[in-house]
């Protein structure tokens, strides 16, 4: 499967592995897209898994729509539901980054029946990141999503002088020159970097729609280099997961954890769906 539909968009995906694994859909972040995971999912498939990473809405070219309420979480939610529908899977493993993380935690809050693990990277559960805006040095961290919301401006900031903040931004976190570039060729595709802030400027709608408990097993991972998401957050997330629940603390790997410790991450998958994963469909 290179594609799949959903209200007239179509979705870029990559299904690789052997088609008998068990399931593992691999969910970015911004500004990434699915070669986030181009040194994951190789090693996933050696440990017999199969992988579907899609370029998430407002990434692939076919699923940019205008408008700001196109990006709340309820439909980047629905959007792997209908990768799920399309391969014909009742359920997968869900591992998501950043973006993709959140939208992880909206399908383990809904729709627990369709995730038979959650594995979040980085981002914690959104009400414990709500409370840490508030009570620790989250708020601060967090200052670049407000201005994301800012009409214009942040695109031409991101992308003046053939993207050279964007590059900094990028390349300040530990990505490699080759890495950079792709991501941010991505983004001086048209429309293509407001599409991906279309997710920043929809949180007025998604904080309509608060992520409840988690009730799928679930592996947080979260590195102590992440300049944008502290340690506050990430130790109350436990509180709003009820399943079995483990944090795996990674030093001093930057925000990047797919990129940058690829390895360390699919040993922790593979055992996260080894130990409590069903069979496959």
Request: hydrophobic content about 40%.
């Amino acid at each position: 499967m290179d594609s799949f539909r959903r209200d007239g968009l179509t979705f870029d995906v990559r299904d690789a592995g052997p088609d008998d694994g068990e399931p593992v859909v691999l969910l970015h972040g911004f500004p990434q897209d699915s070669a986030a995971w181009d040194r994951v999912a190789p090693a996933l498939h050696q440990h017999g898994l199969r992988t579907l990473a899609p370029d998430q809405r407002g990434y692939s070219p076919m699923a940019r729509p205008r408008g700001r309420a196109h990006y709340r979480l309820r439909e980047t939610v629905g959007d792997v539901l209908a990768l799920l529908d399309a391969a014909g899977l009742e359920s997968a493993h869900v591992v998501g980054h950043d973006w993709g993380g959140i939208v992880g935690w909206g399908l383990g809050a809904w729709h627990p029946d369709r995730v038979r693990t959650l594995t979040a990277l980085s981002v914690p559960h959104p009400a414990a990141m709500s409370k840490a805006l508030v009570t620790s040095d989250q708020g601060l961290r967090s200052l670049y999503m407000g201005l994301f919301q800012v009409p214009v401006l942040p695109e031409r900031m991101l992308l003046a002088g053939d993207g050279a903040v964007l590059r900094r931004l990028l390349h300040s976190g530990g990505l490699t020159d080759d890495v950079v570039d792709h991501y941010v060729r991505r983004m001086q595709e048209p429309g293509a970097l407001s599409a991906a802030l279309g997710w920043y400027r929809a949180l007025p709608w998604t904080g309509r729609d608060p992520v409840g408990r988690v009730r799928v097993p679930t592996l947080h991972v979260w590195s102590t280099g992440d300049a944008f998401l502290g340690r506050t957050a990430t130790e109350a997330t436990e509180r709003f997961v009820d399943a079995p629940y483990r944090l795996e603390v990674l030093e001093g790997v930057p925000h990047w954890i797919p990129e940058l410790a690829a390895e360390r991450v699919a040993e922790l998958v593979t055992a996260h769906v080894r130990t409590v994963g069903r069979s496959a469909d």
